[in-house]
């Protein structure tokens, strides 16, 4: 297993965060990380920097992602949930249940504070779970949640997965990011 999570303004990295405070070692495959680097520089050009537009080409061409509402996130959390094709009524209606069903982002990735969009915004993206099988090795249900920060539509901030099962390779292209942002 492997965290790929970032806020470059605070200095954060999950993984770093987690071993100082609870001793998890997540270790680093090499491999993974070249393939996946690789495959980024194939689609998107070798760039010193990449922006959250060549993010989101990224996860939209490699694994079909597509954009939601970051407040509507709860919504795409599985394919078979009811509500997914009819958000008119969400699962979660009011905006302090999206808050607290965030907050195992911690405050390094909180994009909605007291109902508000933060100075951050974040560009939300849903994978769903037919693509993550058939495109990685990961057998669940759920779709993934990821989000990238940013303050001025341009620069990578902050990236982190939501929700999901963890796919190694997203992970690892996240680190990416975070190298080259």
Known sequence: MFIGAFNKKNNFCEREWAYEKWGLE???????????????TRLLGDK????????YKY???????????????????????????????PTISDDRDIELLAEDSGKYFRYLKNGNYTD?????????????REMTDTNSQDNLILAIGTFDDV???????????????????????????
Do not use: W
């Open 26 to 40: 997540y270790a680093f495959d090499a491999q993974v990380f070249g393939d996946v680097a690789h495959k980024i």
């Open 48 to 55: 010193t920097t990449y922006t959250v537009q060549d993010a």
């Open 59 to 89: 996860f939209h061409l490699t694994y079909n992602a597509y954009q939601i509402d970051y407040k509507q996130f709860y919504n795409y959390c599985h394919t078979d949930a009811p509500k997914l094709f009819d958000i008119s009524q």
């Open 120 to 132: 951050e915004r974040a560009l939300t993206l849903v994978i769903d779970n037919a693509s993550l």
């Open 155 to 181: 620069t990578i901030n902050s990236m982190k997965v939501i929700l999901s099962p963890n796919v190694p390779e997203i992970e690892y292209a996240l680190e990416f990011f975070r190298q080259h942002s």
